[in-house]
């Protein structure tokens, strides 16, 4: 069976690398999907990650420049020489067109409305990196429960531990509103499945 | 760039052809079977910044309507090759903005048909064929002006001085303001466009 699709903006790397620190989890992930990735966001990856398990192996890369379709819209300064997120839509879009594309991961809140105002049809496919574990674990039963509530668990210590800490631009009160309802959401549906009576 | 083009000779008339292709993947990409020619050739300037393989059959230069490509107004005035595939017809006397429209018939959407599914076998032209689709979805809605009025100001290296750009300029803040009314752009954009040197 093929892989589903994913484009994914840095902070899902991230998160995992550098935030939470478990490369091992993000393996995972990138066995169980396929995941896309452009020039920008790779880029923002740090090299030690990229040969980490041979993850750059893993991963499709995309040589296009996907920014320069919608730059336009963003204008000629430079501080969005590399920003990753609109790349991200630009594979996400492609994939689409392929009828591949199962999840846009994306966390930056501008990046998110620029989707929803410009393309329904990823709307659709939008998720941010804790709705992407949520259902890589309950909808696709490609990740483990156990792994899935280890990985939410790290984003919540790291937030509650390090002040400032914004691992996939999550923050103290962000993870109250987001992260937290995931987290019983995914131990309601482990019980679901595999009872607790 | 295979079956689009042919590139390896680079004789003129596969040239043409690719030249002709690209403009028929552009009029096909969409459910909104008529452009007008100031979209088409924009949208196509930031495929040509998007894709490399274009640059051997299309040229850019500045011009006072922003980016301008000789080769796509000849290409969609008198085509070489897909004859019947479109049609072009004058803008209104009033219309000083879109250069006209283009209409693809229903010989072109035949056309783009059979040459999207050649193209969906080929890594390279799968990315322009989805790039093309995704240009349409996002630039077709904006009027003439207020897409003058983002090229204007995003590559003013291709804008020359211009009456036309004068007035684009002159009504940059209504533009600007009406993008945002119809959520097209965000605060940052806006002020971005507010505050730039488009001005004289």
């Known amino acids: 069976m093929n892989k589903k699709s994913v484009s994914s903006d840095s902070t899902f790397y991230i998160c995992f690398s550098s935030d939470i620190k478990k490369n091992d989890c993000l393996i995972k992930y990138v066995n169980a999907y396929s995941f896309c990735i452009g020039d920008r966001i790779l880029s923002e990856i740090s090299e030690i990650l990229k040969k980490s398990n041979g993850l750059i192996n893993r991963l499709s890369v995309i040589h296009y420049d996907y920014f320069e379709l919608v730059k336009p819209f963003f204008g000629r300064s430079d501080e969005h020489k590399t920003d990753g997120e609109y790349e991200a839509i630009g594979i996400g879009n492609y994939l689409e067109g392929m009828g591949d594309l199962a999840y846009l991961i994306l966390d930056d809140g501008k990046a998110r409305k620029f989707v929803k105002r410009h393309f329904p049809k990823l709307d659709r496919k939008m998720v941010g990196t804790i709705g992407f574990i949520r259902d890589s674990c309950c909808r696709d039963q490609s990740i483990n429960p156990n792994d899935a509530l280890a990985i939410l668990d790290a984003i919540k210590t790291r937030i509650e531990n390090e002040n400032g800490a914004r691992p996939c631009g999550m923050d103290s009160a962000k993870y109250k509103e987001i992260l937290m309802p995931i987290q019983d959401e995914i131990k309601r549906w482990v019980d679901l499945q595999f009872g607790e009576n | ?200």
Not at chain 2, 8 to 36: C, T
Not at chain 2, 48 to 74: A, C, L, T
Not at chain 2, 79 to 93: A, D, G, I
Request: contains cysteine; hydrophobic residues 35%; neutral net charge.
């Open chain 2, 1 to 200: 760039m295979n079956d689009m083009n042919d590139l390896g000779e680079h004789s003129v008339d596969l040239k043409e052809k690719s030249l002709e292709n690209l403009i028929l993947i552009m009029l096909g990409s969409s459910r909104n079977i008529q452009i007008s020619m100031l979209h088409l050739e924009k949208e196509v300037f930031l495929l040509w910044n998007f894709h490399p393989g274009i640059r051997d059959f299309v040229e850019f230069m500045k011009h006072y309507r922003g980016p301008f490509s000789k080769e796509i107004q000849e290409a969609v005035l008198s085509p070489f090759f897909l004859h019947e595939c479109w049609k072009y017809s004058r803008p209104r006397k009033d219309d000083k903005w879109s250069g006209g429209f283009v209409r693809i018939t229903p010989e072109g959407v035949k056309k783009f048909e059979k040459l999207s599914r050649r193209m969906k076998e080929d890594y390279d032209l799968r990315q322009l064929l989805y790039s093309a689709k995704m240009l349409r979805e996002l630039y077709d809605k904006l009027s003439p002006k207020e897409f003058l009025l983002l090229i204007y100001d995003t590559y003013p290296e291709y804008s020359k001085r211009s009456e036309v750009y004068r007035e684009i300029v002159k009504e940059k803040k209504f533009l600007s303001l009406g993008l945002l009314e119809k959520n097209l752009i965000d605060e940052k954009r806006l002020a971005s466009l507010l505050k730039s040197e488009t001005d004289e």
